[in-house]
């Protein structure tokens, strides 16, 4: 479903990612940890068409996503770190806006944002403004918009940060019970390592750019001689600590909490 | 064509569901309005220049307009921080087509802000000449919302916080408004502000308004519809542009 080859992005003299391949098979739920500054988040946006690779070649489902850049994207469903809703809008137009935006039949669309919304227990509260809303609740809201479009393939962006365990638990069951029954590719990050041991079959482990190791929870752990996947991932990227440089955008992002709670 | 429409929706629905932001814009008009044409009126007509409130009115509401309507653009940075502009960007519709629908719903909702103080302006005791004036008003009204709108979201695409915002407001917005005509008369001006308020593109649009209002135009209608419609396009066009190279 997804096919990565010698997979290079540079920004000036920083190589974000290094030379990196991996697959990911149709239906599966594939994991891609790292630690901070690993390089997840370049790899993830050259896989959903926001950023060009500066060398190799992706392919997504059949497409190369630099060339058929609006067909890939009717392909994949996406749910970022930090959430991309309209907070003056109500679930449901949220969800009907994603359907405008994504062409999604209009003889569909009602019966299909009906389902998702009550598939992900927000049907009772469709009519509410989202700032009303929880952080799961909106990260509930967020992973059913993304299937609004029937996407092959969503990718999630550590789509459980920052949320309390019930809340994640039950959000794992959500995406377990998406891949089963529709067969949806998973693609997701996480720096919970119990968590990526327990959903996904495959994982990768990137750092410094590249990849260290792949295969599935079980391999990773035999070949490092660990009792988790945890260990195995300190094992595997060492346990110093990773500092980011605060950019821009971390700032912003702190701004914006600051302000969310007013507006 | 359905994206630009659904998020000329969304700019709506928010404006109308923002009741404290349609409150709070109008008090800066409405001080305008009150303590500057009643304060100002007598001296002005001691001038020989007849009514201020009939003169100041036109500049009160492109004024509103100009400032509605750069906060629009601006909130491209808001959209930026909570997110939603990803959600719109990420999708399978061209660049220039979500430019067009924000610029749309931002420029509709600073016409009618800028109908809401020209009925203000009526209460106050502004009167324009007949009903014929109301379309050629209208497009200039319009014209201003565009431009300016155009102008935020340009403006906005390449700044990345707030930081900059109080930067636009004092060094930018504040001059286009005080330099352009919109609070004195344009004529036997000193030869330095004469300069300023002619390149200032605010100048025209609060002539046009005043040309099609109380038939007072110091530039004349015709070459405030040319320049209008032209820094418009340049507006758009470098707008555009600039939100064409926005990376998430």
Partial sequence: MIRVQNLVKTFGNIQAVRDISFEVNAGEIFAFLGPNGAGKTTTIKMLTTLLKPTAGTVELDGLDPTVAQGEARKRFGIVFQDPSLDDQLTAYENMELHAALYKVPRQVRKERIERLLRLFELWDRRDDEVKKFSGGMKRRLEIARSLLHTPKIIFLDEPTLGLDPQTRNQMWTHVRKLNQENGVTVFLTTHYMDEAERVAQRVAIIDHGRIVAQGTPAQLKAQTNADSLEQAFLVLTGSSIRDEDATSLDQMRSIARMFSGRR | ?248
């Fill in chain 2, 1 to 248: 064509m359905n994206a630009i429409y659904v998020l000329w929706v969304r700019q709506l629905k928010r404006y109308v569901r923002s009741r404290a932001r349609i409150v709070a814009s109008l008090g800066q008009p409405m001080l305008f309005l009150l303590a500057l044409g009643f304060g100002f009126g007598p001296i002005f007509r001691r001038a020989g220049q007849g009514s201020y409130i009939q003169f100041l009115a036109p500049g009160v509401i492109a004024m509103t307009i100009l400032f509605a309507a750069i906060f629009s653009g601006i909130e491209l940075i808001w959209d930026r921080q909570f997110g939603f502009l990803k959600e719109t960007l990420i999708a399978p519709v061209p660049r220039i087509a979500i430019m067009l629908g924000r610029t749309l719903g931002g420029a509709t909702v600073a016409f009618v802000q800028g109908l809401i103080v020209l009925v203000i302006c009526l209460i106050a005791g502004f009167r324009f000449h007949g009903i014929a004036a109301v379309p050629a008003a209208f497009a200039f009204m319009i014209l201003i919302a565009f431009m300016f709108t155009a102008l935020g979201t340009g403006i906005a695409s390449v700044m990345s916080d707030f930081q900059g915002f109080q930067l636009v407001m004092n060094f930018l917005v504040m001059p286009i408004f005080f330099l352009s005509g919109a609070l004195f008369p344009l004529s036997n001006l000193p030869k330095i502000l004469d300069v300023l308020a002619s390149i200032d593109p605010l100048s025209y649009g609060v002539d046009g308004m005043r040309g099609s209002l109380i038939g007072l135009a110091h530039f004349g209608m015709t070459v405030d519809i040319a320049v209008l419609l032209i820094v418009t396009a340049i507006f758009l066009s470098a707008g555009t542009y600039l939100f064409s190279r926005i990376q998430l």
